[in-house]
Structures are given as structure tokens and as C-alpha cells.
């Protein structure tokens, strides 16, 4: 077990749990197969048993309750995905908190048009037939220039507070050379945080060319009515924040931002945040100095909770606190693997407020790209490689 004292990496949560979990046993379960380069897995909310599976290439296929894939995707925008490139494509989907009511869902995907690679925040409707959405009822909310191939991020998450939020990568390439990720008109390297619904706020400050049809929540943190700022900003420094989830009892976020070229990092946002948090990317690649020169004292950073270096993995596939009921066990854990070692571990917080860490080397497998939950908390992993979906179990 290694311990990493959370007074050294930034917020801590406090006392989120008072007594941690003991430590689990991990193993997994077959649950859906015969998917096409799949990348996540997400729910409709409560009451509706089913997973919603997003394929890369640019479709959303529905898995019932006993693992049944449904033939006839519930969305098909294969047409307009970019996905040629390995980290391009159909890549995140939220189901908006009334989706039960106004069939509202939000995907982030990769389009290019006329050379110019963009991504795509865009909601779309559900039809009256619940196992098929309307493709032509697309409404593009949001776009970001991307100037490179790789480091799209893609995850997309409701927060307990309603508003949407997009963790997005810092342009790709190697290294940052732009520094984008610390450049606050820009939303590259950033979380994004605004309100779907339009409610009281701002309006959008640096939209590309989509609706616009949202605003900026007036509690946003670096709302200055200036145009050196991007006011849908949340959170800054983050190199490739390809998968974060909320912990849907405590509303506490994590950020998991896979490394250059030595560390993978976990980063934690308390529940209760005011935001304005600077995960360091590219002053730092986890804990350790990558590209400090002006970048001014480390106190103006919030380090991760937990890193890893590369001779455990090379690409952190970041996953969920499981509150589900079929395994009491490791009910409190957050879970998380890597990519290429298939290696997992999950972490737990001490009444000391120290983060508690366990590795887990029995399920070593190249490929997992992505967690999910179902709608009463269960816990699965995606494997892009050979199309599956397993429950994850823990004893």
C-alpha cells in the first residue's frame, strides 16, 4: 500500500471518508461484446437500466440490462466524425438531468471541415421511440479550434450543480510549446463550465462558430468581462483530461490527465469549489518541474492527489468512486487503470486527510480506455480492442 500525504498535493477534500474501506480484491466480468472501437459508457439516469455505449467512429449503441447490444445504433453521426486519427472522434455524451422530460443529450465529438479540425459540444433530441434519437435535430453549442490530432480530452459530465462541463486538452503535439494550457483566452488545456439551460449569467465570451445557446454561470471564476480571459474557463492546466467523473454522493470531481513522458496524474476537486484551480500542465507533468520557467511559486498550483510513472503505465484511463450495492466492499473507492499496462488501482482518503493507495496487477490487459456507471451506481470498464464491456467487481 503506498501512502501520499494529501497536505503536499493541494485540496484535499478534508474528511471525505472518515474511516476508508479495507483494502479489495478486483476482478471482471463479461457483460457486452461485438462493439466497434468503443470508448465509453454512460447512463440516462435513474429509472432507465440501460447503457449507452459511445463507438469512436461516430455512434452510440444501446446495451440492455442482460447485455443485449441493440443492432440499430440510438445515434449515427458517423458522417460527420472526424475519426481517422487515434484520438479523434466520437468521444464523450452526458444525458442532460431532465432528459427523462425534454430528451435533451450533449456529445463531444471531433469534426473537420475544410482542414480546419474542430471540436464539437452539440446537443441533440431524443424521438418517441426511446431506443433511436433524431440525427437532424443537432444544435452545435460550442466549438474549439484543435490544432493537432491528439489530445481532444472528450469526456463530458453534468455536475451536481446542473452545469456542464467539458475538460478539454491543451492543442496536442508534444510538450505544450504554445503554452496553451496556461493561457486564459484560450479553452484549450481547460475545464469548461457553462449552463446549457441559458439560465441567469453571462453570455458566451469565447465561443467558436456554434449556437452560443448557452451561458456562463455568474459564479464561474474568472469571469472579468475582458476578452484576455475566456469566461466559460473552470479550471486551468491540463494537458489531456481524457476521462474525469463526479462522485455522485459527494459531488467531489476527478481529473485524471494522462502524462508527456513520465508521470500520470490523478487530480481532486473538492465538492463545494469555487473553481480557479491551475493543475500545473505545462509547468509541471504531475508533481515533478517539466517546463517551469515563469511560472512563479508552486503554492499558485493544486497537485495531484496521485501520480504513477511510466514504468507502471504510459496513458491513465481515469474512472469512478463506486456507490453501487452489489459489492459492499468497494463501496468508497475510486478506481482508475492504465492503458497500456492494464494495470488498476483504486484510492481511498483517511480521517488524516492522507490518500490511501492500492495497486492492483491481476487484470494487466492492453486497452482499457474508459469507465462507467449505470444508474444505480454499478461500476464497467471498456475495452476499445476487442469491442467489450465487463462489469467491474470488488471483494
Request: with cysteine; charged share 15%.
Amino acid at each position: 500500500m503506498l501512502l501520499l500525504g494529501a497536505a503536499a498535493c493541494g485540496d484535499s477534500g478534508g474528511d471525505r471518508t472518515p474511516n476508508p474501506p479495507p483494502p479489495v480484491s478486483l476482478a471482471l466480468t463479461p457483460f457486452a461484446s461485438g462493439l466497434s472501437r468503443p470508448v465509453g459508457v454512460v447512463n440516462a439516469g435513474t429509472g432507465d437500466d440501460r447503457l449507452f455505449v459511445i463507438e469512436q467512429a461516430g455512434a452510440i449503441k444501446i446495451v440492455q440490462s442482460n447485455g443485449t447490444v441493440l443492432a440499430t445504433p440510438f445515434l449515427d453521426i458517423t458522417a460527420r466524425v472526424d475519426s481517422s486519427s487515434n484520438e479523434e472522434g466520437l468521444l464523450g455524451l452526458a444525458f442532460h438531468p431532465d432528459y427523462a422530460v425534454n430528451g435533451f443529450f450533449y456529445v463531444n465529438y471531433t469534426n473537420t471541415t475544410g482542414g480546419i479540425r474542430q471540436t464539437r459540444i452539440s446537443r441533440f433530441n431524443a424521438t418517441g421511440d426511446p431506443t433511436i434519437a433524431d440525427p437532424n435535430s443537432e444544435n452545435i453549442l460550442l466549438t474549439v479550434t484543435q490544432p493537432n490530432s491528439n489530445h481532444n480530452a472528450g469526456d463530458i459530465h453534468f455536475g451536481p450543480d446542473g452545469f456542464l462541463y467539458i475538460p478539454l486538452g491543451d492543442g496536442g503535439g508534444a510538450g505544450d510549446t504554445n503554452n496553451n494550457a496556461q493561457n486564459r483566452g484560450l479553452l484549450l488545456g481547460k475545464i469548461v463550465r457553462i449552463d446549457v439551460d441559458a439560465g441567469a449569467g453571462s453570455p458566451p465570451d469565447c465561443q467558436g462558430a456554434g449556437s452560443g445557446q448557452y451561458t456562463i454561470p455568474s459564479t464561474n471564476p474568472f469571469i472579468d468581462g475582458a476578452g484576455n480571459t475566456c469566461d466559460e474557463i473552470w479550471a486551468l492546466g491540463l494537458r489531456n483530461p481524457w476521462r474525469s467523473s463526479f462522485d455522485r454522493l459527494t459531488g467531489d470531481l476527478y481529473i485524471a490527465d494522462v502524462g508527456q513522458n513520465a508521470w500520470e496524474e490523478i487530480n481532486f476537486q473538492p465538492a463545494g469549489s469555487q473553481g480557479g484551480q491551475n493543475y500545473g500542465w505545462r509547468c509541471y507533468e504531475g508533481k515533478h518541474d517539466f517546463n517551469p520557467s515563469g511560472c512563479g511559486p508552486s503554492s499558485a498550483f493544486t497537485f495531484p492527489i496521485f501520480e504513477y510513472s511510466h514504468t507502471d503505465g504510459c496513458s491513465v484511463t481515469g474512472g469512478y468512486v463506486y456507490r453501487g450495492t452489489q459489492f459492499p466492499a468497494l463501496f468508497g473507492h475510486y478506481v482508475l487503470t492504465d492503458f497500456c499496462s492494464g494495470n488498476f488501482w483504486d484510492l481511498t482518503l483517511d480521517g488524516t486527510g492522507t490518500w490511501q493507495v492500492v495497486q492492483h496487477t491481476n487484470l494487466t490487459a492492453f486497452g482499457y480506455v474508459s469507465f462507467g456507471e449505470d444508474a444505480s451506481g454499478e461500476l464497467y470498464v471498456v475495452h476499445s480492442d476487442n469491442g467489450t464491456v465487463s462489469r467491474l467487481e470488488g471483494r
